[in-house]
């Protein structure tokens, strides 16, 4: 299923090549989440949570994209 074979990759993903820059925005967003779960608003969190899956899914796309 696709959200399994998505965990699986972000899990195993290659962490060495993320920078502080994306570290730093990763945590942005993981607050964004957890601040709208905290104010119980599903919609922000849904948002927040779409958001940082499409973001994940390009970091790890270009992570594993070989150097120029």
Do not use: C, F, K, W
Request: charged share 20%; hydrophobic share 40%; glycine share 2%.
């Amino acid at each position: 299923d696709a959200m399994r074979h998505l965990a699986d990759t972000l899990m195993r993903g290659p962490q060495s090549n993320v920078t502080q820059q994306q570290r730093a925005q990763q945590v942005r967003e993981r607050e964004q989440i957890y601040a709208a779960l905290a104010h119980q608003d599903a919609d922000a969190a849904r948002a927040a949570m779409r958001l940082h899956l499409t973001n994940e899914l390009h970091r790890v796309q270009q992570a594993a994209q070989p150097p120029a």
